[in-house]
């Protein structure tokens, strides 16, 4: 299935009026596809990737996954297409700190009705967090914890991962390994990537990349 | 300077951007010092009118000539007299009137000394108005009575207790019936040289100093210790919010001391300027829950009044007055309290180091090892409340063990709850379910404190109401007993007393004389009743413990019995025996219950007392009729035999107004139960407040990951609704206990006498609903708040940018 | 003006300074007499030992002795025992509804020290009182006692008792003379509007007897005059207090002279010549002069203390001087009470009570 993102408008109130970030993307992700989305701070690359996930809306445009229309959803819809196409991992704070790393893994899937637990210890010994399933996120490192957050987006086999600066709070060393990692496991599950990074070192790293300028997309 | 007062101005100005969080904190501390000082200032005018009571004759100053046998012939006074000795009578008694019981001060102005002078009878026309029969009264009292009642001029005197009447002695030897009695003799403070010794001439008189605390005030202190006792816990519950609300600011602004000490603002300085705030804070809030206090005091004064006079015949001022005492008592509190609940949060940021991360961890979150330290705490304090309770003796033990107890249990909370929601976890599927158990139990640090406060609010009301209906119940199945008769009737002198026998005899079942004799039972002022030997006795009286053939020996003059409330102060049983007037050592043979009297009692046959004590007057009698023809027979006293309305009361009006008298007795605890409560479920309110700020980045992955916003909110409902169930039933047990130690031990030592326990389960359901209503109002407004965040806020959780 | 509460009381009587001020007279006594009270009549006939005890329906009585002594020691005393009687009304009952009030005053005085003692009593109930036979007037441990015979005047012998703070006496009286009756036959005048009282005394004592004082007894022997009066209404409005001698002249014959003062200058004085043999001869308004000589500043105020006295018409003119000018009486309501020595055409000693001195 493809992630796919027609002419994608949202603007944004700001002090000196309001600020068109995004003038009508055009952008499609298919399966198997990695995609990083490079720009300037403020250039709306994170807000693209949100609404690609049903978590904000577009003011205009349309984005469908397969024969799935997201932007016409209600909230409740668009909430469960989530749980169950989507996997999705955040800068920090993705996992829910009153459940162990095991658990955080295995909610997803568990929420998606695709609960697996063979692959769910399988990702857990790939992502190197054997012996750390009873711990808490608190107790964890923060290369672990987003280790945590991609087993998680991983274990519920969704068509697309989204991803947003998932190693932005890591040094080189952790973000390249866990980097690697999400790449790999995206790869095996052949599910669609799109990850926002401003690293051009990382964005090397992915199939292709993909600029966001003025509020369009740069070829 | 310029350091303090720029930093100063930095960290107040976060109070006005968050306008809310001040009103809670304010809030929070204004309540528990308003109820504090409303409680305070209650005590405190009672105390004020007992003094005034004790000084109305100079027994403030004064010493006093007393006999042991109670009220002594004038004969004695005027023989000391002739003597030399300058000494002055008093006559005091007690009558009833509808608006209740009254107390009589009979003086001879002319040889009474300076300090018992309350009235100025200087004008020659008031002293001869005294003489010829003028009485005076407190305000109020004056207003009731002046609409009838009683048969002389009445004139008002603000210097005299609210339930007080001076006049003459000859006057007041009249209106109590003791003609030529006198109850003490006050002695002026310089005698003549060269006098007889008083023990030559009145060997039976005992020689007091002055009472500088009445008989009344360490009677009703276990009264305002219970008040007290409900005030601090009030209170503590009060500084549960302020607590969560110092707490919370001081958390949000981490980023701005931060900032601050980086920019060369030292930690010293920087506490301080907080100390100063704290100070600021309660200096604000106390004034304002002065104000609040007084009012509430106001509100409930006639109400304790009410019952210290019907409890205790204690007479209380029902108008409030601000004593400087009070004030600074009330600011005092409110700063202790304020810097109690800031203590924790600037010890922390006394050693915050300087570039600590400046993101909020979860607030409060408790590690494990502090849950053991507080477990193991709550187990030590539960220990000592229970070896208080086994080797403690007194009312402030009952207090101490009461107050051991409630704290221990409130701080074992926490982990009872943290089980039941182990337990309740296992019983989960799905992953919501279990996130959701997960989560609450991760919750409890946050919200303990305030838990812990609904905890205590719950628990004093099962326990004060389990309290009250077991005294209700108790207490009217007691009236029914002891007030078997249908009319009671008084005479109002020994002839009319002789006539009023005559003309009854035809007319009713049977004539029971109740005559008295006030009398000092084991050193406190009590009363010996005479009373006949005839069914009514044998077949009602409620006995508590009694010797065989206990009516016979009563009856026959050889054994007396007592009140429970004697029995238990001086720990007389069956078998010992009792000094009474006349140096009669009389053997005990029954203990009867004797709710609503202070005061001891003992029961002796008719024919014993009118042998030992035949100048007792014979006024009072109860009469057994046919309860159909007991409103005729009254009407008949007035019409034919011509007493006055006001010597006669049939028994359903004397119920009546029992009941009265003890329903009012309890309007104040109830009334603080109902404050206490509100005061917990502020308390969860702003906690839940504060955690809401801070549940965000513990919801937000939850809401990327598919769970909407309302869903969350409803946990987050349901979550304040279980917890609130949970407290509720775990204060179940507490509460409990909490009665029968208020039924147990308290009752026994505040008011002399042990109730038996009755359970109302139908008031714990409703207690029950009523905390989970609580929880869920509180939760609706964080709840709401959460639902209706924005998905940029929660998506911002995700970003840097913070 | 709390310990003042009973005083006004009692006040009703005598010796209020309060009412000065105003246009009433001394001590409320000129009050218009209403409520019932009995008024003195002239040519009242005396019934005794009856009329020595009490008149509960007049409102004011007193039993009033003052002494002349001499101790063994030398030097000279005073003592003055006075029971007074004040009706709220013009009844009596034996308990404690009975509407008269009694107070005790005594006194005795030192060239150098003056000693007051002073009591109240409810009536009624026993604390105070008198009885006729045997004659007895007391309040509290104070009292006068008969000891005469049963065929002689029950006040011709009596014993004497009263007791303070600080002292105490112990006196036996002995009359070697009979009742002098005062004004018209114990008809008083006094004033010209003609308010009066009945009053007649028994000036003619030897003492004997002891003084307790804070040094030690003394024994003391010397004379002593006791006044009976009674009235309902013996003031005038404008009269504002009074001057009353009694004079032991050593001629044995005695003089009883006062003066009533008069806020309108018009004083108002009677007097009685008493010869050695009890022959008594009242005096009219104007015989009996007195001119202050010397004035004493005692207790805040001007008391003349030392006096010239004269009554042309029987030779007399002599000067009076205080055996201790400070006898102030320091009691609810104050006076000036004490021995006097007499100098001049005749000589003797007397004793002087001063009212209404601001």
Redesign the interface.
């Known amino acids: 299935m493809t992630l796919k993102l027609t002419g994608i408008r949202k603007t944004f109130r700001s002090s000196e009026g309001p600020v068109e970030v995004l003038r009508g993307v055009e952008l499609a992700v298919a399966a198997g596809e990695s995609v990083a989305l490079t720009g300037e701070s403020g250039s709306g690359k994170?807000t693209l990737l949100?609404i690609a996930?049903g978590?904000?809306?577009a003011e205009a445009g349309e984005v469908t996954l397969g024969n799935m229309t997201l932007t016409g959803m209600n909230?409740?819809t668009r909430?469960?297409?989530?749980?169950?196409h989507f996997g999705?991992v955040?800068?920090?704070?993705?996992?829910?700190?009153?459940?162990n790393v095991a658990?955080n893994v295995?909610?997803?899937s568990?929420?998606?009705g695709r609960y697996d637990p063979a692959l769910c210890q399988s990702l857990v010994e790939k992502l190197g967090l054997n012996g750390l399933e009873a711990r808490f996120p608190?107790q964890l490192s923060g290369g672990q914890q987003q280790r945590v957050a991609i087993g998680?987006a991983l274990a519920g086999k969704p068509q697309v991962v989204l991803a947003?600066?998932p190693t932005?709070?890591l040094d080189e060393d952790t973000s390249d390994i866990v980097l690697d990692l999400m790449r790999i496991l995206v790869e095996d599950a052949g599910a669609a990537l799109l990850m926002v990074t401003h690293s051009g070192r990382l964005a090397a790293k992915l199939d292709r990349t993909v600029h966001l300028s003025h509020g369009l997309i740069a070829a | 300077m310029s350091v303090f007062l720029t930093s100063l101005v930095a960290l107040l100005s976060f109070w006005r951007r968050h306008p809310g969080q001040f009103l809670t904190l304010l809030g929070g501390l204004t309540l528990a010092t308003a109820l504090w000082s409303g409680v305070q200032a209650i005590n405190a005018e009672a105390r004020a009118s007992y003094a005034e009571a004790a000084s109305a004759l100079g027994q403030d100053e004064l010493d006093r000539l007393i006999s042991p046998d109670g009220p002594f012939a004038e004969d004695i006074y005027i023989a000391l007299r002739r003597a030399g000795w300058a000494v002055s009578p008093v006559l005091e008694g007690t009558i009833t009137r509808d608006s209740g019981v009254i107390r009589v001060l009979g003086i001879d102005p002319i040889t009474a000394p300076p300090a018992a002078q309350t009235i100025d009878l200087s004008a020659t026309e008031d002293l001869r108005a005294f003489l010829s029969g003028r009485v005076y009264g407190a305000p109020e009292l004056v207003a009731t009575l002046s609409e009838g009642g009683f048969d002389a001029p009445l004139t008002a005197s603000a210097n005299l207790a609210s339930n007080t009447l001076l006049m003459d002695i000859g006057l007041a030897q009249q209106v109590l019936d003791q003609r030529g009695l006198i109850s003490h003799l006050l002695l002026w403070p310089s005698q003549h040289k060269g006098l007889p010794p008083i023990a030559e001439i009145a060997p039976m008189l005992d020689r007091v100093g002055p009472d500088t605390r009445s008989d009344v005030a360490s009677l009703t202190n276990s009264f305002h210790l219970n008040l007290t006792a409900f005030g601090l816990l009030s209170f503590a519950v009060g500084l549960f919010i302020v607590h969560s609300a110092i707490g919370l600011a001081f958390e949000q602004r981490r980023t701005l001391f931060r900032t601050l000490r980086a920019l060369g603002v030292s930690a010293r300085v920087l506490v301080g300027l907080l100390v100063a705030e704290t100070l600021l804070f309660a200096l604000l809030a106390g004034v304002l829950g002065m104000i609040a206090g007084f009012f509430i005091a106001a509100l409930l004064l006639p109400d304790v009044a009410a019952t210290l006079q019907g409890l205790y015949g204690a007479a209380v001022d029902d108008t409030l007055t601000l004593r400087p005492s009070w004030w600074i008592g009330g600011l005092a509190i409110a700063i202790l309290g304020a810097a109690a609940a800031a203590a924790q949060s600037l010890w922390r940021l006394w050693r915050l180091p300087i570039l600590a991360p400046a993101q909020p961890r979860?607030w409060a979150r408790a590690s494990e090892a502090a849950l053991r330290r507080q477990t193991a705490l709550a187990f030590a304090l539960i220990i000592a409340a229970v070896s208080v309770g086994f080797l403690g003796d007194g009312l402030l033990s009952g207090f101490a063990m009461l107050g051991f107890g409630l704290v221990g249990a409130a701080l074992l909370l926490p982990v009872v709850l943290s089980a039941l929601l182990r337990l309740g976890a296992r019983f989960a599927s799905?992953?919501?379910s279990?996130?959701f158990w997960?989560?609450t139990?991760?919750q409890l640090p946050g919200l303990s404190l305030a838990l812990m406060a609904l905890l205590l609010a719950l628990a004093a009301n099962i326990g004060v109401s389990t309290m009250v209906g077991s005294f209700r119940l108790t207490f009217t199945g007691w009236l029914d007993q002891r007030l078997a008769s249908e009319v009671y009737v008084t005479a109002r002198s020994e002839a009319e007393a002789e006539a009023l026998r005559e003309w009854l005899e035809p007319r009713v079942d049977a004539i029971l004389p109740i005559w008295n004799l006030e009398a000092r039972l084991a050193g406190q002022p009590g009363e010996v009743y005479g009373v006949a030997d005839h069914p009514t006795y044998r077949d009602n009286w409620p006995l508590l413990t009694a010797a065989p053939d206990v009516w016979d020996r009563v009856a026959a003059g050889t054994g007396v019995l007592i009140n429970e409330q004697l029995s238990r102060r001086e720990g007389l049983f069956p078998g010992d025996t009792i000094r009474l007037p006349r140096q009669w050592d009389a053997p005990i043979v029954g203990v009867y219950s004797d709710y609503g009297n202070p005061e001891p009692q003992a029961m002796v046959g008719l024919s014993a007392f009118q042998a030992r004590y035949p100048e007792t007057p014979r006024l009072r009698y109860a009469l057994r009729i046919d309860p159909r023809l007991a409103s005729g027979l009254m009407e008949e006293l007035q019409t034919d035999f011509g007493l006055p309305a006001d010597t006669m009361i049939d028994q359903a009006s004397i119920k009546s107004i029992s009941l009265q008298i003890f329903e009012r007795t309890f309007t104040v605890t109830g009334a603080l139960n109902v404050l206490t409560l509100s005061v917990a479920a502020i308390a969860i309110l702003t906690s839940l407040l504060t955690l809401a700020r801070m549940r965000l980045?513990?919801l937000?992955?939850?809401?990327?990951?598919?769970?909407?916003?309302?869903r969350l909110a409803w946990f987050e409902v349901l979550r304040a609704a279980l917890l609130g169930a949970l407290t509720a039933l775990a204060a179940l047990p507490v509460g409990l206990l909490l009665a029968w130690a208020l039924l147990a031990v308290i009752n026994v030592d505040a008011f002399g006498w042990r109730l038996p326990m009755h359970v109302f389960p139908a008031d714990w359901l409703v207690l029950g609903l009523l905390a989970i209503l609580a929880a869920l109002v509180a939760a609706a407004w964080p709840a709401r708040w959460l639902s209706t965040r924005a998905?940029?806020d929660?998506?911002r959780?995700?970003?840097?940018e913070r | 003006m709390k310990d003042r509460t009973v005083a006004v009381a009692a006040a009703l009587a005598w010796f209020s300074m309060a009412d000065l001020g105003s246009a009433q007279g001394f001590a409320g006594l000129g009050e218009t007499v209403e409520d019932g009270f009995t008024q003195p009549v002239p040519n009242p006939e005396f019934s005794f030992p009856a009329d020595h005890g009490a008149h509960p329906s007049y409102r004011i009585e007193w039993w009033y002795l003052t002494s002349n002594l001499t101790g063994s020691d030398g030097k000279d005393y005073g003592i003055q025992w006075t029971l007074f009687r004040s009706a709220l009304a013009p009844t009596q009952t034996d308990d404690w509804s009975s509407p008269q009030i009694w107070m005790g005053h005594a006194g005795l005085t030192t060239p150098d020290q003056h000693f007051v003692s002073e009591t109240l009593a409810r009536d009624g109930v026993g604390q105070a009182g008198v009885t006729t036979e045997p004659f007895l007037a007391f309040i509290d441990d104070w009292e006068m006692r008969s000891t005469a015979s049963q065929d002689a005047d029950a006040l011709s012998a009596l014993t004497l008792t009263a007791r303070g703070e600080d002292f105490s006496y112990a006196l036996e009286l002995q009359a070697d003379g009979p009742l002098v009756f005062q004004g018209d036959r114990g008809y008083s005048i006094k004033s010209e509007s003609g308010q009066a009282s009945y009053y007649y005394s028994q000036p003619f004592y030897t003492v004997s007897g002891t003084l307790t004082l804070p040094d030690g007894d003394v024994e003391v022997t010397g004379s002593a005059w006791l006044d009976r009066e009674w009235s309902s209404q013996p003031l005038e409005d404008d009269q504002t207090g009074w001057d009353w001698f009694s004079l032991h002249l050593d001629t044995d014959e005695r003089v009883m002279g006062f003066r009533l003062r008069s806020a309108t200058g018009n004083d108002f004085t009677a007097a009685t010549w008493i010869a050695p043999g009890g022959l008594a001869t009242a005096l009219p308004n104007g015989a009996f002069q007195i001119t202050p000589l010397t004035t004493t500043e005692v207790a805040g105020r001007g008391v003349p203390t030392a006096w010239r006295v004269q009554i042309p018409s029987r030779g007399l003119d002599i000067q009076t001087t205080a055996l201790n000018p400070r006898s102030w009486m320091e009691t609810l309501f104050p006076y000036w009470e004490g021995p006097i020595r007499l100098s001049g055409s005749h000589t003797g000693r007397g004793y002087l009570e001063m009212t209404g001195y601001e």
């Open positions: 994170s949100h996930g978590l904000e809306l909230d409740a909430a469960a297409a989530r749980r169950e999705i955040f800068q920090q704070f993705n996992l829910i700190p009153s459940l658990d295995a909610f997803q568990r929420l998606s608190e998680r947003d600066e932005g709070n | 979860a799905g992953p919501v279990e996130w997960a989560d139990r991760q980045p513990q937000a992955p939850l809401w990327a990951l598919g769970l909407t916003r309302k998905p940029s929660l998506l959780i995700f970003a840097n």
